[in-house]
């Protein structure tokens, strides 16, 4: 029987010897009620699904009111707080967002328009011409929420169509309470984007600038008087060249500020108006490739100092005051979105938050007039989210409500790690590691994130966590393509979809294996959108490294998707990012998993929305149908309502669900 040895496992101590059978038999119980109890402890799949109970929280300009969005009973609620009320007022009102179910109309952003009333941008899916359209209104609703009415108010003798777009606000005038100035595509044709100063109390209008069909947006200085506006002009759907004009105020007429070619980036890059109307900020790259924020005197042409930088991290956007217009500090991200504040009061006032709220971000989302009331948001990793009240009268801090309703306690959510690897060029690729105790080989789960020129964060990630509490360790890696890390990390992305991108996801997962922390016996490669094209394309070009695939909303026929979006205005830029269709065309054909479908050879679950805007329900469907032959137990499974983002949430619900069984079968 070979050396007697002492086994001690958790609840039982073995002592003497035993032969190997009744040895292994006893372990594998032990093990098995180990994993059963864990099971039961982990939050349920419902948990993980929800949708946020408490979203867009806004103060008013004298604080004296709250708005929220507030999910109950299926639909969401705007919901006003009254912070002070007086004798006879309601401290809660709520109204059933009747014009919105945050599925087909999905809540875009809540402001503050004056102190009676409050903003409410929606979008909902429709259709024109025969083509699937995102539509976009603006709601205006009284504190006491007794009138909703849509701006701005078309007129009476308006033609039939109306414009697709319409809550693009330029500028929330704060020292005009009854206006603000939005572009606007009067027509409903795409053949002239205005900007027009609408009244947020009957939203009647009046023009301000004037465009056409090659505009595509405004820039107001701080005083809201519109300065530049953007134009691209295309042919047959390919970039032909941008250009940027310039006029000195509303009653100036327009002149070429700069105009560049198709794969050229503006010089300066504006950030926004400094106090000075004739000096901007703008954003410039540093010789490391890194965006830099500078003055640039719009009379002289000239670069002034450097405001801002950060060193291996781009910069992000200004932060200003709604009010007073002044640039308060800027954002950057490193593991998540930092901002460095200018204001001192601000300045202090986060530092001091920071001290208190240990272990999470900490973010001020939003104050009053007077700056008496501050909304803080803090979250992280292992925290959901949670809003906050600051009275700087009092000096009090004091909890408002949780992000999500349901409560996570700290050992259902599992830390995130930071890391990096090398990719086989040598390059440094970040991402994260979502993983529970232990050193030993883990079955692991490789996420690779949608856009694909977006990021992950070090924050908290629903599916990863979902992931890691069902035993998984989850790698999301920020493979090249990806925003933030400079110009040339995320342009060597540029028409390497399947390619470059693909192979840092690769080097990934070989480093994880390396590294004792993946079993390469038990992975599984997932994702989203551009990560469910990503999750596909690794089981077609390194076969050996996933036993599953998970692959939600993929696009998997990249000629198709350029083909699809053709059919909607500037689509030329995509071509920029996934590549040339007459060019790369045998590129773009061997690179598409439809025509690769033979090569994979493991399980996979489709999963995608019959209403993604996106990318076609078709993408899977037909996926689907290649995959038929490879003798494997595959699944489609498609979301009825479903848009590309799991909006609903019996949908996300679902497709946790699907994931959870498909995994535990295959890993």
Known sequence: M?????????????????????????????????????????????????????????????GKYLAAVRWADGAANLTIYNLAPGPGEEPVKALSLD???????????????????????????????DQDTLETRLMSITADLSDVRQIPKLPKNRSSFVAQLQDRVLDFLPDDPDHILMEFDRNGLGQELNVYRVNVNDGTMEGVAFGNETVVGYIADREGQVRFKYAVQEVNNQVFKRALFYRSGDDKGWTLFQEIGKDENFDPRIAGFTNDPSVLYVLRLSEEGYDDLYTYNLTTRLYGNKVFGVEGIDVGSLVSDNYTRRVLGVSYAVDYTKIAYFDGQIASLQEAVDGVLRGTQNLIVGWDRS???????????????????????????????????????????????????????????PGYLTRRGGNGPMPMVVMPHGGPNARDFLGYEYFAQFLASRGYAVLQPN???????????????????????????????RAMIDRGIADPERICIFGWSYGGYAALMGAIKTPELYKCVVSGAPVTDLRRILQENSKYKFAGLDQTNVGKYWKDAGKLRDTSPINNADLIQVPVLLIHGDKDLSVDVGHSKRMYNK???????????????????????????????ELESFLKKNL
């Open 2 to 62: 070979g050396n007697c040895t002492n086994i001690i496992l958790p609840l039982i101590v073995m002592r003497g010897c035993f032969d190997q059978m009744r040895r292994t038999a006893i372990i594998a119980w032990v093990l098995t009620l180990l994993v059963s109890a864990g099971a039961q402890a982990a939050p349920p799949v419902e948990a993980f699904g929800k949708l946020e109970d408490f979203s867009h929280v806004e103060i008013s300009p004298t």
């Open 99 to 129: 014009f919105s179910d945050n599925v087909e109309e999905k809540i875009r952003f809540v402001r503050w328009l004056n102190e009676e009333r409050v903003g409410v941008a929606v979008s909902f899916e429709h259709e024109r011409w």
């Open 371 to 429: 700056r008496t009331r501050f909304v803080i948001f803090a979250t992280g990793p292992q925290h959901p989210g949670t809003y906050y009240i600051f009275d700087a009268t009092t000096n009090n801090l004091s909890k408002l409500f949780d992000r999500y309703a349901y409560e996570f306690q700290p050992q259902d959510l599992t830390p995130v790690e930071p890391i990096t690897y090398q990719a086989r060029d040598g390059v440094t690729i």
């Open 479 to 509: 493979f090249r393509g990806s925003t933030g890390y400079g110009a040339a990390f995320e342009e060597a992305g540029f028409g390497e979809w399947g390619l470059l991108m693909q192979d840092d996801v690769t080097d990934g997962v």
């Open 627 to 657: 995959l038929k032959g490879n003798g494997q137990d595959n699944k489609l499974v498609i979301l009825e309502g479903g848009n590309h983002h799991l909006a609903l949430e019996h949908n996300r619900v679902r497709a946790l669900k």
